[in-house]
């Protein structure tokens, strides 16, 4: 039998059947708390610093003081991994409020939790890479950040889970979300891209998405490529005629999206731009990071 996986809880490393929080605690009962999913690869954990500012920007916005330095949870984190002794590898780190009462208040909740689980990555089957999947526009929109910031990488992810549920019920992997004014916003879980006359464009982060990582990755690629990229303002229209597009997130790394709301993107195949930054996002995860050991 394989070796139970280690889950670093509050300062220890517990095996994963034991790695247990209380029912009390304010991330289960309001999903008061933030998170972040981080990636390993080849023994490097990609991004890893840009992961950490996000999280402690994200707790502090929500008025949650995370107990350990940053430097101190990036060593949790190595230490998981190598415990755990994984070199490829999906990180979720999660940091929710604490035990408290039955109240909203947070101030009540003395002492967060902090958990971060290191596992082996699901990938999408390889094939969908090569394919490109379908999506279809969604009714739910995505929080207006005048109600909840999509900035903030927060455990109440039902907004989210919403949109995915009518992707689900459409037969798509994935739904495409729209801002309130109805503009182009962002995946249920990742970023989205389209590529028109040689040129990137994608929502600007005001927009009311998450400000992703991997898409400030595919952005600096794709200038040293010589690929303009521009942020900017988009409708369903321009998706719909766009020559590609593609989704970003840490966990579906790049994935091309052919078609949308029955309309099909380009070719219906997955684009030579789309398919040069899969390349050349695959190289760079494997050559830069944090070494694990
Ligand atoms: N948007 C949402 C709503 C997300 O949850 C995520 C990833 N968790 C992303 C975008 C992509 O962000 P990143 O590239 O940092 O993983």
Redesign the pocket.
Known sequence: MAEELLVWLNGELVPKSQAKVSVFDHGFLYGDGVF???RAYNGKVF?LD??LD?LYDSAKSIWLTIPLTKEQMRDAILQTLRANKLRDAYIRVVVSRGEGDLGLDPRKCPKPNIVIITDRIELFPEELYERGIEMVTVSVR?NSPQALN?NI?SLN?LN?ILAKIEAINAGKPEGL?LTLDGYVA??????IFIVKRGELFTPPAYMG?????????VMKLAQEEGIPVHEAVLTLHDVYIADECFL?????EIIPVVKLDGRVIGDGVPGPITKTLIQKFRQYTQQVGVPIE
């Open positions: 972040e999913g981080i991004m840009e992961h996000r995505r999509p990488k992810y989210n979300m962002e995946g249920t879980g990742e970023n998405i998450l400000k992703g990582i991997t898409r400030q990755v970003t997130g840490t966990g579906a």
